[in-house]
């Protein structure tokens, strides 16, 4: 059965999200029309969620020729600002732009990311955030890759924040040491990415050697091959591997499937983004599988044993998304 969950009490959303940030490129080519036909079997299949960016390159626009055709569909995008003056008319024009590419009469949520808390331009465009949602033009506001310190700062300027997307995975568990507990003081919902370290949590990366710069060829493998060695190193993570496989095998399922599931199973986290490869590749199976996973308290024992044995990320990068800034 395909799990669901109220992000909000008129927003409902699947627990696992089509991420498009592929589509921005770094991934290989995508033909535009394949990628779009291929949307399709994704929301037929009950995955109906679809997560994107102003900066996703077309990301938006095939969304909003998927959604044409499919009006039932969820899109959740992003609006990511260069640093500086945050004006009323830049702020609503770009969200107007988002409106029009995904082709929606309204955006069910924007998730606001911004590159540097030196600048606090990003309280203002939380302002016109704010104000577009109350002329209709936004449902929710969301976060990206912000900390805890600075969502208690819109918090305590009496701004509502529906969710805050963070990466969150077997390796990273950051959100942990204070992202959770605040979330649930104040009714915020993780989106998490990051879930399947751009495919290095993988039957294909067990019991492989540490791969080359040849062999990460796509952005998300290089992203989270500097990640794994922030947490511990290659030798560590292919005992991790070793034990999630193990698991995996219990249950009949995969390294991904596993991974996933331990995530979704965390306090606060609504859903779990699982990235697309439109038109390339597909694993549509594999995730809904990830739905009928239960994990045992043993399991999750096993995996705890390792991942203690790993650097803390909290202390040598910080909270999360610090690694952006």
């Not at 995508?30 to 995955?47: C, F, N, Q, R, W």
């Not at 495919?199 to 990460?216: C, M, N, V």
């Not at 439109?278 to 594999?286: E, K, Y």
């Amino acid at each position: 059965m395909i799990e669901t969950i109220p992000l909000a009490p008129d927003l409902k959303i699947c627990r696992i999200i089509n991420g498009m940030w592929q589509v921005a490129g770094g991934h290989g080519y995508i033909e535009p029309a394949k990628a779009v036909s291929e949307m399709t079997l994704y929301h037929d299949s009950g995955l109906y969620t679809w997560d994107m960016a102003d900066i996703y390159g077309p990301a938006e626009e095939f969304y909003g020729r998927f959604h044409k055709n499919v009006p039932d569909s969820v899109g959740l995008t992003k609006f990511v600002p260069n640093p500086g003056v945050m004006s009323r008319n830049f702020v609503e024009r770009s969200i107007r732009n988002s409106i029009l590419r995904m082709n929606v009469d309204s955006l069910d949520l924007v998730q606001f990311h911004w590159w540097d808390y030196e600048d606090s331009g990003y309280l203002d465009a939380l302002h016109h955030l704010a104000k577009l949602k109350d002329e209709g033009k936004i449902r929710h506001i969301g976060l990206t890759n912000f900390d805890t310190a600075r969502m208690q700062t819109m918090i305590d300027a009496g701004y509502t924040i529906t969710s805050n997307q963070v990466q969150y995975s077997v390796i990273d568990q950051r959100p942990q040491v204070e992202m959770e507990k605040f979330c649930k003081k104040y009714n915020i919902k993780l989106l998490t990415y990051g879930t399947l370290g751009g495919g290095l949590l993988s039957e294909k990366f067990l019991d492989a050697p540490e791969p080359t710069r040849i062999d990460l060829n796509t952005y998300s493998l290089q992203k989270y091959s500097n990640m794994v060695d922030a947490w511990g190193g290659w030798e560590l993570f292919q005992k991790l591997l070793k034990a999630l496989h193990q698991i995996a095998i219990t249950h009949d399922t995969t390294i991904a499937s596993v991974a996933t599931r331990f995530i979704l199973d965390k306090p606060q986290v609504a859903a779990t983004i699982i990235g697309v490869r439109l038109g390339i590749s597909q694993h549509i199976q594999q995730n809904l599988h990830t739905f009928s996973l239960k994990l045992t308290s043993d399991d999750n024992k096993i995996i705890q044993e390792i991942t203690s044995q790993a650097n803390d990320l909290y202390q040598t990068i910080g909270d999360c998304g610090s690694e952006y800034r």
